[in-house]
């Protein structure tokens, strides 16, 4: 049987929401597929470069928002992007540990100068403009982690809230965070990575006045 690169990935990704990234194997997948092993290994000639073709593919499939829109301001497409990547990496088991360790894809290099320049415009110098964007995408990866890890095994919470009832402000904001869940919680990490992008906007703007 003949198969090609699109197959194998996408076999994988079925494979991968069975069984889980730490028993995914090329020999399952090849079991899926009705082949060999070795037949993988001639469009891949290690698991890492399937790992990333697979990334791609989640990616490729789930996270949409990924252009700025005409008038947009820069922390609304911030947010759009976040919320896109995030749910990308939500429809797969595992997503977020598959894409952890990943580059940016070569044939992404236009995209990703185009989503600087759209920052840039709006006045973020670009050294904090790419640091805004890695950092918002390491925050999307850990918080669907946890997330999964949590749906997956679900922690023993009565023990902790048990701890805390003698600590107030602690005790409130565990019931803070408990009511909100994991949406509100990936919310109010976004609103401190944008209210602190906008401090540095702000306090960057009377300089660049005086030194004009």
């Not at 001639?42 to 008038?71: C, Q, S, V, Y």
């Not at 902790?160 to 402000?169: G, N, W």
Request: aromatic content about 8%; glycine content about 8%.
């Amino acid at each position: 049987m003949k198969i090609d690169r699109q197959q194998i990935v996408a076999t994988a990704l079925d494979v991968l929401n069975d069984v889980g990234i730490d028993r995914l194997t090329t020999r399952l997948i090849a079991d899926r597929l009705g082949v060999q092993q070795p037949a993988l290994y001639w469009h891949f000639k290690n698991k890492r470069l399937l790992l990333d073709a697979m990334n791609g593919e989640i990616l490729t499939r789930g996270h949409r928002e990924r252009t700025p829109l005409p008038g947009e301001s820069w922390q609304a497409f911030i947010r759009r992007n976040a919320y896109s990547f995030r749910s990308a990496l939500l429809a797969y088991r595992d997503a977020a540990r598959v894409h952890a360790g990943t580059e940016g894809d070569p044939e992404d290099v236009g995209h990703f100068e185009a989503q600087l320049a759209f920052l840039v415009a709006a006045g973020l110098p670009v050294t904090d403009a790419f640091r805004l964007q890695i950092a918002i995408g390491r925050y999307c990866v850990g918080c669907v982690i946890e997330q999964q890890a949590e749906l997956a095994s679900p922690p023993d919470k009565d023990a902790l809230d048990r701890a805390v009832k003698d600590h107030p402000l602690l005790s409130a904001a565990i019931v803070m965070y408990r009511d909100g869940g994991h949406d509100a919680l990936f919310e109010s990490g976004l609103d401190l990575f944008i209210a602190g992008a906008e401090a540095r906007l702000r306090h960057a703007a009377p300089n660049s006045t005086r030194s004009g």
